[in-house]
């Protein structure tokens, strides 16, 4: 397989292990070589901050990404600076672990309005971007699949991800692409290439037929439809060359040993993207 | 409400009564004063074509479109010309229900391959054409909702659904708006105004959260987040003035009496379309 990608890119997005806490995450990785770790904060949150990062240095493993900022509409100027303010510790804590890309998930609308929901997530990311500067962090606008748009984000195609990190216009913001929420759109390819160098991240499952849930239905690399070398050509040629997080929601998987999940995870890894 | 669309305009789209069969629907649509009906072929299929036009004429209804044509991806030559085949005989089924469009569901890829399906969708629709307009029916490109790709549908967008309108280049093909499919669509004002008076037909419900299903989990009018008035007006101002259809593909909804449907779906269509 000398088209695979190499195996010192790969990471392990922690929400594909969402049965084990950090501990358990980093000693897999460990245990299954993988170099990288994308850490939740939720996970983070479960033994602090400084317990992350000694587990993490201690076990030799570098930090793709922090998981997530972002949730950035809300209908009262307040509780915007709210979320604004819980960026900033997001900001922080990935600074502090090590990595130099928080990804955002943007946050569905507040109302029907959706056009204000969208102001509000461009006004939010460029509010963020001299505290991200500050602490060395870039912001990774991830757009989720248009399913998602009412109760995850209204950040829905790579289109509207570089239009916002071009009209912020830094190096501090850029693109996430993960393949579950972009493989259908028709300007795909069209949106990687204008990407370029904004792409701060690369994110591999798959989409299976029928798909056995809207939130936990992701699929191992290989199971489903999306032409997964061909998006990581795509994303290389654009000049991305960094990790790549395995991000797999799937109820059935979390279900697993995670020691298997990383077994299969490497394998589907250097057969399939 | 000054601001309501006219119940002239109003269209049973079949599948919102799906428990009833044509003779039913028909019936229904009658007693709730429901003028327009929009029918599907598995049910056109249980009577026959003539026992079909029969009912619906002799109860005075009109006809906003038969659902549905397309499917056109197939691996091979052979097995994409019976496809055009079956959509021949779809446009003389409209022909001969006394409507001028037939909707055009385009149909997943045969293979992760989503480029040639895309490009056999439009050939096949090219291929179309003439014989569409030797029975006076206009085909209109429905984009389906893009968790619809990988098994319905590759035409995920009014952009896609407009690009292939403007290529094949005749008032016999158009598009069709259905809200819950391209309500996301940050494009979707624009793309609706290069419609223009290519738009075929307007189809309404709502997106509910959480969503029951990802089929049959579409809402009643007003119970979710698409903004369907200003959906509506824009359509109207692109030049759209035919009938509305009302299409929920809802288990609930189906599983109570259809009479309480309709009285539902006026209500919700005076108030919120």
């Not at 695979?4 to 245990?31: D, F, H, K, M, Y």
């Not at 509000?120 to 991830?142: D, N, R, S, Y």
């Not at 259908?184 to 989409?207: C, M, T």
């Not at 279900?255 to 298997?260: A, L, R, Y």
Request: hydrophobic share 40%.
């Amino acid at each position: 397989m000398s088209e695979a990608p190499s195996i010192e890119r790969l990471s392990l997005n922690q929400i594909t292990t969402e049965s084990w806490n950090l501990e358990e995450a980093v000693q897999g990785c460990v245990r299954q070589e993988v170099p990288w770790i994308s850490v939740w904060r939720h996970k983070i949150h479960e033994i602090g901050l400084k317990q992350s990062r000694k587990l993490i240095q201690d076990a030799g493993l570098q930090v793709s990404s922090v998981c997530r900022g972002g949730m950035f509409p809300a209908e009262s100027a307040s509780e915007r600076k709210e979320k604004i303010e819980d960026n900033r510790r997001a900001i922080e804590e990935a600074a502090e672990l090590g990595t130099d890309v928080l990804v955002l998930v943007c946050g569905p609308p507040s109302s029907r309005d959706i056009d204000s929901a969208r102001k509000w997530v461009e006004e939010g990311i460029e509010e963020l971007v001299p505290f991200a500067e500050k602490h060395g962090v870039k912001l990774g606008i991830e757009p989720l699949h248009p399913m998602y748009a009412a109760d995850r984000s209204v950040i829905s195609t790579l289109g509207q991800a570089n239009t916002i990190s071009e009209n912020v216009n830094t190096s501090q913001v850029g693109v996430v692409v993960d393949v579950f929420h972009v493989w259908w759109d028709p300007e795909l390819y069209k949106e990687i290439q204008r990407a370029g160098r904004n792409i701060l991240g690369f994110h591999v499952s798959d989409w299976v037929v029928p798909m056995p849930d809207m939130f936990k239905g992701r699929g191992m690399m290989g199971d489903g439809i999306i032409e997964l070398r061909r998006m990581r050509k795509a994303v290389e040629e654009a000049g991305y060359h960094g990790p790549i997080e395995v991000e797999i929601i799937n109820q059935a998987i979390w279900d697993q040993p995670g020691d298997e999940t990383l077994k299969q995870m490497k394998a589907s890894y250097l057969e399939h993207v």
